[in-house]
């Protein structure tokens, strides 16, 4: 495990570059889910950089796509295309818009944006594959104020009518949205619990604890007629902090050369 911690920081200090490269952008909501990230392309999943497109690979929608340059940080460091492309984010021509986008970035399984919209996305690819009988398993990761779409909810009902056992949803459960806590624009209550009253085997546990991230999907594949929601307990800006004490401002924030240089050091 302490090889997948220091990839984790690797990928960090690679989200950091590639947003500083353009000046601001999504950097909390980035770190915050670098450490699932990493068990998920360097553990887990069926994949190969080499052949991106294989039919029976494992596939990754991350509904939040905001979160983009800490998902093209990781597969740039995974092998899919030059760590030297990151800092072209966000740039005139660029393959790397600051969402994730399918049709430009080598690796990227669906595009995403419009927050709601990737989690359904991820339970149609799911059904796909029950279908095609390819044995693949579709992972998801969503944002807890994207929680707050009416279409999430459609796509809990849906996921666990069709049993879909072979999807596996993360929830970056940081607290914080654009405008504030996600208890003060729209307190969804547990949500360990309304996952599970949606018929999902669910399972909450710290977001950051590689091993236990491995150990937890492990688990959940042996629950069978279930999707399966892993509620990761995060920190916005994990890993750096100046970023994690301003969650205010650290869904979108500056990185200036000098903030890069202080953060490169604490993850050192």
Known sequence: MNNLNQIAKEIRKLTLKCINSFGSGHIGGSLSIADVLTVLYFDVMNIDPKDPKKENRDRLVVSKGHAGPVVYATLAHRGYFPEEELVTLNQIGTNLPSHCDMNKVIGVDMTTGSLGQGISC????????????????????????????????????????????????????????????????????????????????????????????????????????????????????KGVSFIENVPDKNHSMPITNEDLEKALEELK
Not at 161 to 174: C, G, P, Q, T, V
Not at 178 to 199: K, P, W
Not at 207 to 227: C, Q, R, Y
């Open 122 to 237: 991820a339970v149609g690819i799911a059904l796909g594959s029950k279908i095609k009988k390819d044995n693949a398993y579709i992972y998801s990761i969503i944002g807890d104020g994207e929680s707050q779409e009416g279409q999430v909810w459609e796509a809990m009902m849906f996921a666990a009518n069709k049993k879909l056992d072979n999807l596996i949803a993360f929830l970056d459960y940081n607290h914080l949205q654009i405008d504030g806590t996600v208890e003060e624009v729209n307190d969804c209550g547990s949500m360990e619990q309304r996952f599970e009253s949606f018929g999902w085997d669910t399972y909450s546990i710290d977001g950051h604890d590689i091993e236990l991230i491995k150990t937890t999907i492990e688990k959940a594949k042996l629950v069978k007629d279930k999707p399966h929601m892993i509620v990761l307990n995060t920190l916005k800006g």
